[in-house]
């Protein structure tokens, strides 16, 4: 492969370009980064044009004819067989749905984020949708433009959707969800008929400073590199890449809610260690980086679910947790906990819980945004749709739009479609863990030794090391042998809870 | 001016030039702020390469034809006269500056700052200068190639002095220093014969927590807002700007070293005041901008000396510092602690000296960088030089590196030429000061009373408002109705210190 002189030098001359292009996407990376930990407040219309500007250069970098030719000869020179071919023809998909923006686009729509965002924190200090409303507006606007400009053939959500996970369409996603729905339904009947009251410890007050602590400990633990990474406090946290040397998680830290704390640091934690265990040597590069954020949040979901809930991790990390809040957890039994970690039942904050009903939050919100994008949702009405929604959905009262339509950041940023990525990440999630377990001999028992090594050096080699070469249903079949299959999910789930509920029986049959 | 409606479209589109290249600087210098203050240590090369992409393109941005032929029209359209013109001029000879520079000399500058900051860094951990010493003369070589690159008349080191201070020259250097050591020596030698030792609250151990707080509150006494910049601790205070509205400061704290908290917090507080002074408007224009580092440090050295170390500050602020550690300033008096800050004496840290001697650690760097960037002197000697310098001059002996050549940031950032505008900002501080004085009825009274605005007020209409349109010998003159005088400093001195240290008298006639 390239191995005529000439042809390898010119993908020398691409993967230049591509590094360049990372150096700028890095430092655009930085600079939302820092508008959400540290930036001082005045300091937030000086961010935003900041922001445009470097994305403007970013856009006009993608979209040079120079870069475009390039492409063009090595496509010609290569074959999609070849690692070389591939990210030739992944790059040169990138170029052409930004050569579908107009630069004027581009700075509107970043202007736009930066003032929807700063509008959803202002509402949310005032707890008043209304405040973000107009904001919202204009931003779902500017979306349905983006979607007519990037062309879709049934909805203009599928347009949305290429930036999220390329290889998946609202058709599909429909489909998805409702044999979820069907299936989860009962299981959640069932098991909220056996559901007890809260254990004690979960109202306990966790004194913030040991409650860092901890977090940063179990980042050590699951292989999280803190020399090449940051653990940083933020209302919202989330994780951002420059690159593998340099990956910054944010965790919340509330003194009366430890879990919260452990399962964002743990999902914070999967997002690190996939950008921590790209190829370094293919910076820039498709094949050096993430490929969707459907196979992003598989990593998130795994650490944060099939081993953060999980009983064996909890075998070797409880003593040290409780060794950490003696009077709180000392006298609770590593049954009570396990127990407390994974309550389910209908609650109002998609973070905050569990991984069954999570599905029905991230429902509600896929149904939204289509219905927003597709105008047959006004913003002016959805306070009340999202409040509707939670009660026929979830039967639940949305006492104030903190808990309620302000409770997420993404539609302020402008990510329409990013949700139905963290259901179809939790079912590859499920399908991936499933193979390791198969795969791995005592795998559960490495992890009840305090060991996520062995898994993560599996998650290495089978995801973490391709990067983006491959779309997540060619990566779903190599490493698992199956399509994507929510029934994996589904199996996993009424193991797991029926276990956990000693009464459930029977629920496969009345469920499958 | 500008009455043409042509001429006026010319001027903004401009200004548009100018605020993208604006918005790309703040981007360098945000990559650069969090370099020092949050960057995981693995993350090093990775900064390296985004600085110098971001580099190239902003020199790629300043060194496009179509802004020179922006500048040209605009150029024959007004006059020095207005503002316009006088930005139109200045942004002219920075784009003529950069001109010089091919950006393969850009790229292997900022790759080199990066190496040389890094192997700095790594070599203060060994307080080992060896370990830097090939890095710093890659670093020279560098320098006397942009020397040549930017041309000079007399010393090389003229051009490296634009970037510092356009308006000065190597030969009006060597007078000033020469001027100001004959006067100093005597002042020197007739305090040093009656100083005693030092008092001992100045050797005890002050809470950093505390210290923090108290700094905080310092910069607020001063004007400087809050919600428009932060205050973080590295182990080099410095100030950055990303825009009037986002001025980051960082300070030092030590257990014990109070005043190294104190005056840190004044010296970058007057930098930061400086920042925010600028006009908002003309941000990304000369006018809205710093005019050079001279100016910058004479607001630096006026709020750290002539307010932070002056007796009437002290009046009201002392019992808010004694009040926070009252355990060990509870017992000094306000005249104790005025003589603790004013000690004068040789020492081996430029940044904890007094403000005498703090000329002579200037001019030893200042000769240093003369003789480096003429070849006279090689960075293998360099040990040896600084130390024999610092016999000679402070009559000190240096007894490591760390106290010694690895003290100083600025070589590691390819910062030559910076260090003589610490001592002319001093000089050009008393001499606002004393303006000052002069124009407010009842300053020192009012800074005794604990406001800090009246004269912030005043330096925000003469300095800080006209930005960076008249080079300082301009705006000296404007200001204070002469030329830069060092003598104004040296009466500032013996006045001073005359006071302080009682029996000195006739040192005027003396020195003078």
Chains 1, 2 share one sequence.
């Not at 591509?18 to 219309?45: F, H, R, V, Y």
């Not at 959707?161 to 959640?188: C, I, N």
């Not at 009947?189 to 007890?196: P, T």
């Not at 400990?217 to 040397?245: C, I, K, Y």
């Amino acid at each position: 492969m390239l191995v005529k002189k000439n042809d390898a030098d010119l993908y020398e001359q691409y993967r230049t370009k591509m590094q360049k292009i990372a150096d700028l996407k890095a430092a655009i990376s930085l600079l939302n980064w820092d508008q959400e930990t540290c930036l001082p407040p005045s300091g937030a219309p000086l961010r935003g044009r900041q922001l445009t500007t470097l994305t403007a250069l970013l856009h006009g970098l993608l979209t040079e004819s120079s870069l475009e030719n390039l492409l063009l000869n090595l496509e010609q020179a290569t074959t999609p067989a070849e690692k070389e071919g591939r990210n030739v023809r992944i790059t040169l998909e990138e170029v052409r749905r930004n050569q579908k923006y107009p630069e004027k686009f581009v700075r509107q729509l970043s202007d736009t984020v930066s003032a929807c965002f700063h509008g959803w924190v202002a509402a949310r200090r005032k707890n008043d949708f209304a405040i973000w409303e107009h904001l919202l507006g204009e931003m779902v606007c500017l979306k349905q433009q983006e979607a007519r400009l990037l062309g879709y053939e049934k909805h203009p959500y599928d347009a949305l959707l290429q930036w999220h996970e390329k290889a998946m369409t609202t058709g599909q996603l429909d489909g998805l969800f409702s044999q979820v729905r069907h299936q989860l339904s009962p299981l959640l009947s069932a098991i909220l008929d056996r559901s007890g009251p809260a254990p004690d410890w979960l109202r306990c007050s966790f004194p913030k400073d040991r409650q860092g602590k901890f977090g940063r400990e179990l980042l050590a633990t699951l292989g999280f590199d803190l020399d090449a990474g940051r653990l940083d406090v933020s209302e919202h946290p989330f994780t951002v890449s420059m690159g593998n040397q340099d990956v910054r998680l944010t965790t919340r830290i509330e003194e009366g809610d430890l879990p919260g704390l452990i399962f964002s640091c743990l999902h914070e934690g999967g997002h690190g260690l996939y950008e921590q265990g790209l190829d370094e040597a293919d910076y820039g590069l498709p094949s050096g980086e993430a490929i969707s954020l459907s196979i992003h949040e598989s990593q998130s979901r795994l650490w944060e679910n099939m081993v953060g809930r999980g009983k064996s991790f909890w075998l070797h990390q409880f003593p040290k947790l409780a060794s950490r809040f003696p009077e709180i957890l000392g006298k609770v039994s590593l049954q009570e906990f396990y127990q407390g970690i994974n309550r389910v039942g209908p609650t109002l904050i998609r973070t905050e819980s569990d991984e069954l009903t999570y599905h029905f939050h991230v429902l509600i919100r896929y149904q939204i945004e289509k219905g927003l994008i597709s105008g047959e949702f006004r913003t002016g009405d959805l306070r009340e749709i999202w409040n509707q929604s939670y009660r026929d959905l979830l039967g639940v009262k949305v006492p104030d739009d903190l808990r309620g339509v302000l409770q997420d950041v993404h539609w302020s940023h402008g990510s329409f479609g990013y949700f139905p990525t963290y259901s179809l990440g939790s079912f590859l999630a499920a399908q991936f863990f499933e193979t390791a377990r198969r795969e791995i001999p005592g795998l559960e028992a490495s992890l009840a030794a305090g060991d996520c090594k062995t898994l993560l050096d599996w998650l290495r080699r089978k995801i973490h090391g391709p990067g983006g070469q491959y779309p997540y249903p060619e990566l779903c079949l190599q490493v698992t042998g199956k399509h994507l299959d929510p029934d994996c999910f589904m199996e996993y789930a009424r193991r797991k809870y029926g276990e956990l509920y000693g009464g459930i029986s029977g629920l496969q049959e009345k469920a499958g």
